[in-house]
Nanobody, 124 residues
Framework: EVQLVESGGGLVQAGGSLRLSCAASGFTLNANAMTWFRQAPGKEREGVSCISSTGGVTYYANSVKGRFTISRDSSKSTMYLQMNSLKPEDTAVYYC?????????????????WGQGTQVTVSS
């Protein structure tokens, strides 16, 4: 059974940092392109960063470029999102998911299940 479990969210002041984790099971992490999504209250879910199946390509939305870093540890079957210089507008529930591809222009459609998400709240 494919499962994704996000963790690492919390309450942080603007300018602070958090590292999110996505523990994957039921499939081979480094055989899949993966994406971090987020959904803020009243807004649609958006993809903010992805990493290709080889790990050699990453993509960042303009809103997080230069502040967030995506990575993965295949030995732990875990993907990470290091978030620095956080802003109140980064407040959202963050999810990880598999996507059909990730390239320098963005990510393909999501497939498979969502995890439960992890809440990130940035206070001003």
């Amino acid at each position: 059974e494919v499962q994704l479990v996000e963790s690492g969210g919390g309450l942080v002041q603007a300018g602070g940092s958090l590292r999110l984790s996505c523990a994957a099971s039921g499939f081979t992490l480094n055989a899949n392109a993966m994406t971090w999504f987020r959904q803020a209250p009243g807004k649609e879910r958006e993809g903010v960063s992805c990493i290709s199946s080889t790990g050699g390509v990453t993509y960042y939305a303009n809103s997080v470029k230069g502040r967030f870093t995506i990575s993965r540890d295949s030995s732990k079957s875990t993907m990470y999102l290091q978030m620095n210089s956080l802003k109140p507008e980064d407040t959202a529930v963050y999810y990880c998911a598999r996507v059909t591809y990730c390239n320098t222009y963005g990510m393909g459609p999501r497939f498979g299940p969502w995890g439960q998400g992890t809440q990130v709240t940035v206070s001003s």
